[in-house]
């Protein structure tokens, strides 16, 4: 408990401090930035509704305000208030909140960062899963140009945290949070970040951008950055550059039921002013969470077990688990042609017959490997009904943005409990396809400590 109170004092210390640690236009690019999100977050809940002066929605403010301040090569990224608001929610303490959160961040600020290398190795990741555990599904989605799957990019970034409603995604994270390997602080959690780099003797560059991936002319097969913009010193105004919401991808102009940006600002006092409450709609349409939990296989070829093939399901048809060299050159703006049937493949020449492997668990998903699974799940269960209407990339990303804060938490879990289960006790893995699949990048994968 004394620790817990020293480190409180050092949070509130922090906050005296936000003038001195950055510069005066660097920390209005900071609050604009924040206080735009802290207005659409987790609004319906309780806990953040009420009146635009609410206690809590101002402690969420201040708290992603001086994670931000502390943490210059970091600053602040949307979706990082997703990440603080069921912290604060549950702790009702504004700096035992940040203590945490500092915590969490720790594993999950690589998906933060400007390179995009860390999203980079989760998309690989998952797009290796989806392939092992399902080479027709993934196979569809290679002939409609959306094996990308960066429709799931909000998936990654925030690990699922804003697919469930807001009671089954605090016990989503839990579940999850509780299948990472334990890791505390070798003394004490860091409340404030590493400096700013500099530049050839110059003043600390702070970091000021968004992270989201890059959906147009030939898609590499990693997260790129949307927009960078730094700062060298105080007393030079650049200009701010309207950072798109990380949900918003150039393929399709839908936009969710939290992608309205609201106009905010400062009071005299320098209390955030926040604008105005919004209530989500809930909607009752049935989007193939209905279907059978585990999807009968088809029969499959009988797989000799060996040091890299791991105990999932093997693919059903080995000439897709690995796409030709023709499908691999096909541009994912111009998708193969798909007959009148949606789950009938065109025909290809099947290459010689290869396992995918998957990496081991240290590795899978940069340390955190049941969150893919949970991905995975959520795909599976909405397979039937995407194949049947023969979705396309635009009508698979409007599909699951219609589905946040819906998804079916009993079903999800079960799912990818019994997958997660099959993959670990296979105690097979191959480390090195997990190095192939995050080849596109120069990202070393390591195991990011857990809170």
Partial sequence: MDYMKRKAREYEQLKTEWQQ???????????????KDVLRTDRAHPYYAGSEDSPHLVA??????????????????????????????????????????????????????????AMSVKFSHLKLLLRYSDPDFYAYLLSKGADDLFFCYRWLLLELKREFAFEDALRMLEVTWSSLPPDPPEKEVELVGPLAETKEGDRPIRQRHMVRPACEGSVPEDVVVAATMSTERPGRIFPLVKQASFGEFKYYSAKNE???????????????VLACSRQLTEDDNDYGEHDPLIRAQCPTPTVTKSSSAPSLNPPSSPELSSPSPKEKEEPIGNPPHMSSSPSVLPPTVPPPAAIVSLPPPQEFGRGNPFMLFLCLAILLEHREHIMKHSMDYNELAMHFDRLVRKHNLNRVLHRAKALFADYLQSEVWDSEEGDEAAAATTATVDSPAAL
């Fill in 258 to 272: 939290d992608s309205s940006e609201e106009e905010a600002g400062f009071g005299s006092s320098g209390t955030p």
């Fill in 60 to 117: 969420l403010h201040d708290l992603l305000t001086t994670y931000a301040v502390a943490h210059p090569r970091i600053s602040y990224c949307q979706g990082m208030s997703d990440i603080a608001s069921p912290i604060l929610a549950v702790m009702d303490n504004e700096a035992h909140a940040y203590i945490c959160f500092c915590g969490i961040m720790k594993r999950l600020e690589g998906n933060f960062r400007a390179d995009g290398e």
């Fill in 21 to 35: 640690r950055v510069a005066p236009e660097d920390l209005d690019f900071i609050r604009g930035n924040v206080l």
